[in-house]
């Protein structure tokens, strides 16, 4: 879905601010977003830590491998001395993938050479989020190793050159500041966006001069608490050249445009190329190293389409393509030569030893999606969990969360509020969860009645 744009100013609705370049609304709506709306953000979209457990038991699979090999190639005291590991997850969220790196760790650790030594913290900046990871049950299991750290990705000078050992992030650079990019006439120029609130809502604000100051200064107390203005923005865009001297990397940058065609708009994470120099100085010089999982590209074919999506808006808040091509020029202009570019679900099948898919792969398989009512999407995505929870067990108790469809009829809305209940406690606890290839093919029978 990308973002609502006016191009005809006659057209417009009143003006809610100035030009701006993208990743400077970005921060700002990101603000807004996260103050207004940040208890309510899995209304607007999901991400694969929310409640699913196998991303964060690869990332200890991995980790865990990895600090073993790690500890024979040294022979030594040392090796399995008393100092701390270090371990940093940027953006922690709701604290779940924290809980299940931490709970498969010590699983996996039996004779006690790792997990004692663990010291994990949690980096989030937004409030609501950080209460969230405070308040979850199965991370404060391991309080007396966890920290919480309320600060952005750009405030961590308060902790010491090489000493972390492992830092992990999960669907954190789409919401690092981003700037979008185009090559023209020999120019780099960026975009630059102007936001508008939909005619529609114009009238629910009397006092139109206190909502234009309130917006611009972020008063989150002055802001009408419900928020819903921040989807019913209208944005305007236009095109402004930049001194290539001004942006961070301006040589990898510059060529990396040469290679994409004059006009095509491609991202630039800046917020990202930070955060890689960044984990470049925490890191100790034996760490395990620093991985990032986002939705984006390093396939120049995709980036050089001028159709692509570089960006979604959810709930008014923007969501940016990652442009891994270009980070992995930056990593290479940082002098970091070990970096690869693999998925997440490739990630997870390696690191677990077993093929995985999503729900919503799984899903997406199906040659005949339902039609007609949206309800009876809703119907075959929990028949379809149904039949995946015969052979599906979390090791946890989370009930999914599944909004049925506004509008739905009674008779129908009862019967699907009976299928969800029904749901076990234990079953798959989000519809991006990761299924094995085994539990597939167990629940086969059950999923090809359902076409």
């Known amino acids: 879905m990308s973002a609502p744009i006016a191009n005809d100013p006659d057209a417009l609705p009143q003006l809610v601010g100035d030009f701006k370049p993208v990743d400077v609304w970005q921060a700002h709506i990101n603000r807004l977003f996260y103050g207004l709306l940040g208890s309510r953000v899995r209304e607007f979209y999901q991400t694969f830590a929310a409640a699913d457990f196998r991303l964060g038991y690869a990332l200890a699979e991995d980790y865990w491998r990895q600090c073993v090999a790690r500890i024979k190639a040294k022979h030594d005291e040392e090796a399995t001395g008393a100092a701390p590991l270090i371990v940093m997850e940027w953006g922690a969220g709701n604290g779940n993938l924290a809980a299940c790196f931490l709970d498969r760790l010590q699983e996996?650790?039996?004779?006690?050479?790792?997990?004692?030594?663990?010291?994990?913290?949690?980096?989030?900046q937004e409030v609501v989020l950080?209460?969230?990871a405070k308040q979850n049950v199965d991370l404060a299991k391991h309080k007396?190793?966890?920290?919480?750290?309320?600060?952005?990705?750009?405030d961590l000078a308060s902790f010491g050159d090489g000493t972390v050992d492992r830092i992990i992030c999960n669907e954190l650079w789409s919401e690092l500041p981003t700037k979008l990019v185009l090559r023209s006439e020999g120019d780099i120029k960026e975009e630059q966006l102007r936001p508008n609130l939909d005619e529609k809502r114009v009238a629910d604000f009397p006092d139109w001069q206190k909502f234009v100051e309130a917006f611009d200064k972020a008063d989150l107390e002055a802001l009408?608490?419900?928020?819903?203005?921040?989807?019913?923005?209208?944005?305007?865009?236009?095109?402004?050249?930049?001194?290539?001297?001004?942006?961070?990397?301006?040589?990898?940058?510059s060529e990396f445009l040469k290679g994409i065609d004059e006009e095509v708009l491609v991202?630039?994470?800046v917020g990202a190329c930070h955060s890689l120099k960044e984990a470049q100085r925490l890191l100790a010089p034996d760490a395990i190293g620093f991985s990032s999982f986002d939705a984006g590209t390093a396939d120049p074919r995709v980036l050089n389409d001028p159709e692509k999506p570089c960006y979604t808006v959810q709930g008014g808040q923007f969501s940016f393509m990652v442009n891994f091509?270009?980070?992995?020029?930056?990593?290479?202009?940082?002098?970091?030569?070990?970096?690869?570019?693999?998925?997440?679900r490739d990630f997870v099948s390696r690191s677990l030893g077993a093929h995985v898919l999503s729900v919503m792969d799984l899903l997406a398989s199906h040659p005949y999606p339902p039609e007609g009512e949206p309800w009876k999407l809703d119907v075959f995505i929990l028949?379809?969990?149904?039949?995946?929870?015969?052979?599906?067990?979390?090791?946890?108790?989370?009930?999914?969360?599944?909004?049925?469809?506004?509008?739905?009829?009674?008779?129908?809305?009862?019967?699907?509020?009976?299928?969800?209940?029904a749901l076990p406690s234990h079953g798959v606890p989000d519809t991006i969860a990761y299924l094995t290839e085994s539990e597939i093919r167990t629940a086969m029978p059950a999923l090809e009645k359902l076409g």
């Open 325 to 344: 091509q270009l980070l992995q020029g930056v990593a290479l202009h940082l002098g970091i030569q070990t970096g690869i570019i693999e998925s997440q």
């Open 383 to 421: 028949r379809t969990l149904e039949a995946l929870n015969q052979t599906y067990h979390s090791p946890y108790q989370r009930r999914i969360e599944f909004p049925i469809t506004s509008g739905t009829p009674d008779k129908e809305r009862a019967e699907l509020e009976a299928l969800l209940t």
């Open 224 to 253: 009408p608490s419900f928020a819903t203005f921040l989807g019913d923005l209208v944005w305007e865009r236009q095109y402004q050249p930049v001194d290539a001297k001004t942006l961070p990397y301006r040589r990898t940058v």
């Open 108 to 124: 996996l650790d039996t004779e006690r050479v790792i997990f004692p030594r663990i010291q994990f913290i949690c980096i989030e």
């Open 130 to 132: 950080l209460e969230q």
């Open 267 to 269: 991202p630039y994470n």
């Open 144 to 154: 007396d190793r966890v920290a919480f750290e309320c600060r952005a990705i750009d």
